[in-house]
């Protein structure tokens, strides 16, 4: 019987030591391209010795020279008033959406809600040339705004679907009680239903508003004037041509800086983020 527990005890000291050294060596493998892009952001640009010496140097000249040539207020008011504007439009019309979808039973709403949700499983980029020809014939101006068109456009089927299936879970008697007292659509729809939907809403914002600060595609096919590029775009154009080489120290600072409003961000709002994304889990 000692014999027995003496080997049970070393399978299960070997197997947790070997699930440690996996954790250990996965983590590593995961910390070291940040780990090496902060270490060469804090380089001169003229440092261009191998990346993997880490931490040789703490220069700030490379985010100096980040943050001036990439206008950096400007291209972050950009991008702050892009993914703003369009998180706001993708709310209010998502629940617009979702509200009668999840009340209305009927084979209309029904096909509606699959027809929304269609629109997961069409890639965007599939279809940009004839977007932006109906753009270009629409006549509408390439400014710092026109992304929001496609920013809402790709996010109405997943908040929809993420609105509808909140909606189907709250009772329908919470709505039945302030009809009964004369309230209208627009304020049971306002004053009832938008504030149940706020962990839903949280969700949407983080998800979706992430997904906006981030992207630079849009941003790039439909923004021509420099003085308009958000912080992706402006950050891009560190990365060089055949001509003139990548400035990879410059670049790495910009990739810090452009991130930095994200992870201030995170670092104060770290409990709604995930009470959020929990709640639109759960619930939706």
Do not use: H
Not at 135 to 147: A, G, H, K, M, V
Not at 179 to 185: M, V, W, Y
Not at 276 to 284: L, P, T
């Amino acid at each position: 019987m000692n014999n027995i527990s003496v080997n049970k005890k070393f399978t299960s000291f070997f197997f947790w030591f070997l699930l440690y050294i996996i954790l250990i060596l996965f983590s590593v493998i995961v910390v070291s391209p940040l780990a090496i892009v902060v270490s060469s952001s804090f380089r001169a640009p003229a440092d261009m010795r191998s990346p993997l010496l880490l931490f040789t140097s703490f220069d700030f000249s490379s985010y100096i020279t980040a943050f001036t040539r990439m206008n950096y207020m400007n291209a972050f008011m950009n991008s702050f008033l892009t993914t703003g504007i369009a998180v706001v439009f993708i709310v209010i019309f998502a629940s617009m959406a979702s509200y009668p979808l999840a009340r209305i039973k009927r084979k209309t709403s029904r096909f509606l809600y699959y027809f929304f949700i269609a629109g997961l499983i069409v890639p965007s980029q599939m279809v940009i040339v004839p977007v932006v020809q109906m753009i270009s014939r629409l006549q509408i101006p390439n400014t710092r705004f026109t992304p929001i068109i496609m920013f809402v456009t790709c996010s109405l089927p997943f908040t929809i679907f993420l609105f509808t299936g909140f909606l189907r879970n709250v009772p329908v008697e919470i709505e039945e009680s302030s009809f009964i007292d004369g309230a209208n659509l627009r304020t049971r729809f306002f004053w009832i239903i938008l504030p149940l939907l706020q962990p839903a809403i949280v969700s949407v914002v983080i998800t979706q508003g992430l997904w906006i600060w981030n992207d630079y595609f849009y941003p790039m096919i439909f923004i021509s004037r420099r003085v308009q590029f958000s912080l992706p775009v402006a950050m891009i154009q560190f990365l060089g041509d055949r001509e003139n080489p990548a400035q990879w120290n410059i670049l790495f600072a910009s990739c810090i800086l452009a991130v930095l409003p994200i992870t201030i961000a995170f670092a104060f709002l770290q409990k709604q983020f995930i009470t959020g994304i929990a709640s639109g889990a759960v619930k939706g």
